[in-house]
């Protein structure tokens, strides 16, 4: 059963404007989620995380809206770039079942100029 | 300061064969994770291990499949008698601590059974 599920294979955004990657899960247990940035070939790239006690973290161009009522989040790019370009995944975890990550099946964000 | 290592990058065997996949994780991290992708899915965990210790292999196959951290030396996830169905990339991922520091990934092994 998939507990963390992007619904969206892939998304096509212009340069310069926001990208924005969504993500929901079931499992009500999960505190914290982090977002991950993959490459062609390389493994998952730590991007930017957040703690269930927090609906929002901001780092540099990226922000991440957690919606627990909804069981819901979201990845915001602003404003994208090329070099954005990748596969993102969203995770997450349970305190309590000691470091384990959930992922979804990944978005593929396409920039073009 | 090296990020987490993988080797080989690609790993092609034979049915009936074993593969072995080595991990070395990031200086100071003592917590090691695998992880399988098939292709288009996601990342899905297999163990997690410490130090001479398995602290969680809910998502390994039950048969055919183990792995070790030893007290020297890298991780080693092991697949005996390889079937074309795991066929993957396989990753690795480390950590400092357990359940609220953030995996960093290695490039990962992409095994091809033919």
């Known amino acids: 059963d998939q507990q963390v599920k992007q619904n969206s294979p892939s998304l096509s955004v212009q340069e310069g404007r926001i990208s924005i990657l969504n993500c929901d899960y079931t499992?009500?247990?999960?505190?914290?989620f982090l977002w991950y940035k993959k490459y062609p070939a390389e493994g998952p790239t730590f991007l930017i995380s957040i703690s269930s006690i927090k609906d929002k973290n901001e780092d540099g161009r990226f922000t991440v809206f957690l919606n627990k009522s909804a069981k819901h989040l979201s990845l915001h790019i602003v404003p994208s770039q090329p070099g954005d370009s990748a596969v993102y995944f969203c995770?997450?975890?349970?305190?309590?079942?000691?470091?384990?990550?959930?992922f979804g099946r990944g978005t593929q964000l396409t920039v073009w100029p | 300061n090296a990020g987490v290592m993988q080797n080989p990058r690609h790993l092609v065997r034979r049915r009936g064969q074993e593969a072995r996949l080595r991990c070395s994780p990031m200086k100071g991290h003592s917590h090691v994770y695998w992880y399988r992708q098939l292709p288009e899915e996601g990342l899905k965990f297999m163990v997690y291990l410490q130090k001479e210790n398995i602290i969680d292999e809910s998502g390994m196959p039950k048969e055919r499949f183990s792995a070790e951290f030893p007290k020297e030396g890298p991780s080693i996830l092991r697949i005996q008698q390889v079937v074309r169905g795991d066929s993957a990339a396989y990753f690795c991922?480390?950590?400092?601590?357990?359940?609220?520091?953030?995996?960093?990934f290695g490039p990962g092994t992409r095994l091809t059974v033919t």
């Open positions: 499992n009500s247990m999960f505190d914290y």
């Open positions: 991922a480390s950590s400092p601590r357990g359940s609220d520091y953030e995996q960093y």
């Open positions: 995770a997450a975890n349970r305190g309590s079942t000691l470091g384990r990550l959930y």
